[in-house]
């Protein structure tokens, strides 16, 4: 289990969610310095990711129609 943390750690929601369920299932965890949807799916990419939680504020950008040539992601 590889989890995206793109929620805030210094709020409980990215804290408990982000944090705590990925160390408690054993998993690892690649935090993300402030969130950029295009850094985002990038970065999913490149660490092939398993897990991402965030808003809905936070996915919408992430489902627009891309700038640029999307990153390679492959569903799990």
Avoid: K, Q
């Amino acid at each position: 289990e590889r989890t995206l943390g793109v929620l805030p750690i210094c709020h409980t929601w990215g804290l408990c969610i982000s944090i705590n369920s990925t160390f408690a299932t054993g998993g690892t965890l690649v935090l993300v310095r402030r969130f950029d949807p295009e850094e985002t799916l990038a970065l999913a990419a490149r660490h092939r990711a398993t897990g991402l939680y965030g808003s809905a504020t936070m996915f919408h950008p992430l489902l627009d129609p891309p700038r640029a040539e999307p990153p390679a992601l492959r569903p799990v």
